[in-house]
């Protein structure tokens, strides 16, 4: 089980880092100068890919650590 965990957890830091930045750089997070960071922009093909499989990832590595704890 915890093998299981820590390969999903491998993946979903992948392919957390492969998703694309909203923002140009760290500052205009932090100052807010990036003013369609939140902008309703609809992901397309490869982004809505990695978008699915994160949000995918995410629910497993909850569940199997939830099924860990009480295990």
């Given amino acids: 089980m915890k ?3 820590l390969i999903i957890s491998l993946l979903l830091i992948a392919i957390v880092l492969l998703q694309s930045n909203k923002a140009e750089s760290a500052s205009q997070i932090i100052s807010g100068g990036n ?5 309703r ?7 809505l890919l990695i978008s699915r499989i994160t949000l995918a990832l995410g629910m497993i590595f909850f569940l ?4 860990a704890e009480f295990i």
């Fill in 35 to 39: 003013s369609d960071l939140f902008s």
């Fill in 3 to 5: 093998t299981f965990l």
């Fill in 64 to 67: 199997v650590s939830l099924i």
């Fill in 41 to 47: 922009r609809k992901e397309r093909g490869v982004e």
